[in-house]
């Protein structure tokens, strides 16, 4: 009677048990989301993937366009020989011989002029007559003429020279006579320089004629006279101007000062262009080349009066369009772009792949949350069993202690409780483990509040999941092959491959390249701005441009054994059929694992559909065992096998299940549906658990 008040609590501390769970629940999908996040193999397959944009962005980078801008100097310092020292020592030597010409011609000038008193007389036609000055102006009848005569060889300044003109003969038109008296030998060959010559000499010759006509009538004396005063006068002028070339020559000559030993020549270039290579393989630069060359004396003021280079700078500003054309290879298209053809699908690659380790890192922590899943229900169905067993152990002592029924059933009650009690700690110590392994998948390793409070949800949830058509295997591995993230992978590497092998084969042949150039160029020739000054070259550029020029260069390349280009196509082809072999291998594989897990997840559903029956049935058994107790129709062993049995179909159920949740979260995983469909260039951190609900086809 006992007994059968006490069996009804039964149920309650079933369900009390249940209640009393806690921690924190975590749903599949935030377990998934959590491993994406922290997982530090996701974390490198997408170091990969960013390795590999910057590999492409390198070869990309190829194909900029390039400003630049390039400056070269060249100073040189040599000695001076050759005709440069030739025309130096030239120089100097006519300034000498026209300084020593000039002064002995002035001499012997002057000596002729005192000879005749020309140099003394007063009464001079370009200086007037004494007797007619008024006030030191001319007469009445003459005409004022005032020349400056400017400054001497040091600088001096002259004076004017006071002319008084008879207006009556117009001398004024008159040339000056003696301003080119350059009588040596060579100027006698010369017609022109020695008609001068001898116009200086008959002059002369005409004054001392003049001189003698004296006394032979005072008309004729009168124009004796006045000719004779007009020839002195130009005699006068003749010898100044003698002078003055002398001085002239002699100054020049101090000037130049000794002969230079060294001279310097500099070579300014700077070019300013912009380089852009094109995928078919052509080159264009257009450039803005400036170029200044200077020759300079060592020791000299950089002008030409003082013993400088007679050589003016030179200036030229040129405006340059060149192409490169590639004519072999397929016009270089096919071996210029391998790089980044290659890398391009490389990377693409590297993106499949960081999704791909989404889904095994994804696929790992669903086992271990399955595996907590039924570690934590195992505790609670255990515990539900200790909680009777131990409601049975003390009615069962209550009726013993009431003498009505034998003390060996006690044993037997507390060896059940013990049983359990054993099995319920592995259990427990199972969920720790499970928790563990399930924080280390997600990430959550050290943090010991957040994995001991780890739950997972119940398996009930997931009993309902739409079932797998055995039959529908190649559907599955046509799917999976054509989703599968590894299989696009491993297609884009051996493009990639291919890629690098077709532009090998290519290479091999010989190169034939035409480069063409076409420019405009302006010149400035200056002894005033030197090699840096800007003005040249504006001087240059904004001056006359001629043009067009053009030029072509034509190279043909022919290697002789070709090794190195051979080796590469090697490699390439090993390399192509290393990739090809992989491909082919990984979808052999991932179609027998199809195959394999489709059927295995058919047998472990219809297991699980098994043990389901199974355990309503126990439990009714269970709950029959329990009414007959009441009644005393069956005896307390009996009742508690009943109750073992019920925890024994439970715990089959609960490893059915994960078996079943396992198979599928596999199936699902190899058919590339685990996560949501986000492409093959997906970022893995943002994609989630596709849900169970939803069929794999």
């Avoid at 377990?31 to 492409?56: F, I, S």
């Avoid at 300013?272 to 200077?294: C, D, H, K, M, S």
């Avoid at 699908?345 to 595996?371: C, H």
Wanted: one cysteine or more.
């Amino acid at each position: 009677m006992r007994l059968a008040c006490a069996l009804p609590l039964a149920g309650g501390v079933w369900l009390a048990a249940a209640a009393a769970a806690g921690g924190t629940t975590l749903t599949a999908a935030d377990a998934v989301r959590e491993t994406l996040a922290r997982d530090p193999k996701v974390a490198q397959a997408l170091a990969q993937v960013a390795e590999r944009r910057g590999q492409n962005l390198e070869f990309t980078g190829s194909f900029d366009g390039t400003a630049f801008v390039d400056a070269k100097v060249d100073y040189q310092r040599q000695a001076l020989a050759g005709e440069v020292l030739k025309d130096e020592r030239k120089r100097r030597i006519q300034l000498d011989l026209v300084d020593r010409f000039f002064s002995n011609a002035a001499r012997d000038l002057e000596l002729r002029l005192r000879e005749q008193n020309a140099l003394s007389d007063v009464n001079s036609l370009l200086f007037g007559r004494s007797e007619e000055r008024q006030g030191g102006n001319c007469g009445v009848s003459q005409t004022e003429v005032r020349i400056d005569l400017g400054a001497d060889i040091e600088g001096n300044p002259q004076g004017e020279v006071f002319l008084c003109l008879d207006t009556a003969n117009d001398f004024g038109s008159v040339r000056a006579i003696g301003t080119d008296v350059q009588c040596s030998d060579e100027c006698k060959a010369d017609p022109e320089c020695s008609k001068e010559c001898d116009i200086s000499l008959e002059s002369l010759r005409t004054l001392l004629f003049f001189a003698n006509l004296e006394g032979l009538g005072t008309p004729l004396e009168t124009m004796a006279h006045e000719s004779r005063a007009l020839l002195e006068d130009q005699a006068r002028i003749a010898l100044r101007l003698v002078r003055l070339v002398a001085d002239g020559a002699r100054y020049a000559r101090e000037r130049l000062g000794g002969l230079p030993e060294e001279h310097e020549l500099i070579d300014f270039t700077t070019q300013v262009g912009y380089r852009q290579r094109l995928r078919n393989g052509i080159g264009i630069t257009p450039a803005l080349e400036f170029r200044a060359t200077e020759e300079n004396f060592a020791g000299k003021l950089r002008i030409v009066a003082f013993g400088d280079s007679e050589k003016s700078n030179l200036f030229t500003s040129t405006a340059r369009l060149t192409f490169d054309l590639p004519l072999g290879k397929n016009r270089g298209m096919t071996a210029v772009r391998a790089p980044e053809l290659a890398s391009a699908e490389n990377l693409r690659a590297a993106k499949a792949l960081a999704v791909q380790t989404a889904s095994d890192q994804a696929l790992e922590t669903l086992r271990f949350y399955w595996e907590l899943a039924a570690a934590e229900e195992r505790v609670a169905t255990l515990e539900r069993s200790l909680a009777v067993k131990i409601q049975i152990d003390d009615a069962v002592g209550a009726l013993i202690d009431a003498g009505e029924m034998p003390g060996v059933e006690r044993l037997r009650s507390r060896a059940q409780v013990a049983q359990t009690q054993s099995q319920l700690a592995s259990a427990r110590q199972q969920v720790v483990n499970a928790r563990a392994e399930l924080a280390r998948a997600i990430g959550l390793e050290g943090e010991k509040a957040k994995v001991d409070g780890l739950s997972a949800e119940e398996l009930a949830a997931y009993a309902a999941l739409p079932a797998v058509d055995s039959t529908a295997a190649t559907a599955l591995i046509e799917k999976a092959l054509a989703r599968r993230a590894d299989v696009f992978a491993n297609d884009r590497f051996l493009e990639a491959n291919r890629i690098l092998e077709r532009a090998a084969r290519f290479n091999l042949k010989p190169e034939v390249n035409l480069a063409v150039n076409f420019s405009y160029a302006g010149l400035e020739e200056s002894f005033e701005e030197r090699y840096y000054d800007l003005e040249g070259f504006w001087k240059a550029a904004s001056g006359k441009l001629a043009g067009p020029s053009y030029g072509v260069a034509l190279r043909f390349t022919v290697p002789v054994g070709n090794n190195e280009a051979r080796g590469r196509l090697v490699q390439a082809e090993s390399k192509s059929t290393t990739a090809d072999i992989q491909l082919g291998d990984l979808r052999r594989t991932i179609a027998n694992r199809v195959h394999e897990i489709a059927a295995s997840v058919d047998r472990a559903r219809r297991e699980v559909d098994a043990r389901r029956e199974a355990l309503e049935n126990q439990q009714k058994t269970v709950d029959a065992s329990l009414e007959r107790l009441k009644y005393g129709d069956i005896s307390v062993i009996d009742t508690l096998t009943t109750q073992d049995q019920l925890t024994e179909a439970k715990l089959a159920w609960i490893e059915a299940m994960r078996a079943w949740l396992e198979l599928e979260s596999r199936l699902r995983f190899e058919t590339n549906t685990l996560l949501v469909d986000g492409g093959f260039e997906a970022d893995p951190r943002s994609l989630a658990l596709r849900p169970f609900d939803q069929p794999v086809l």
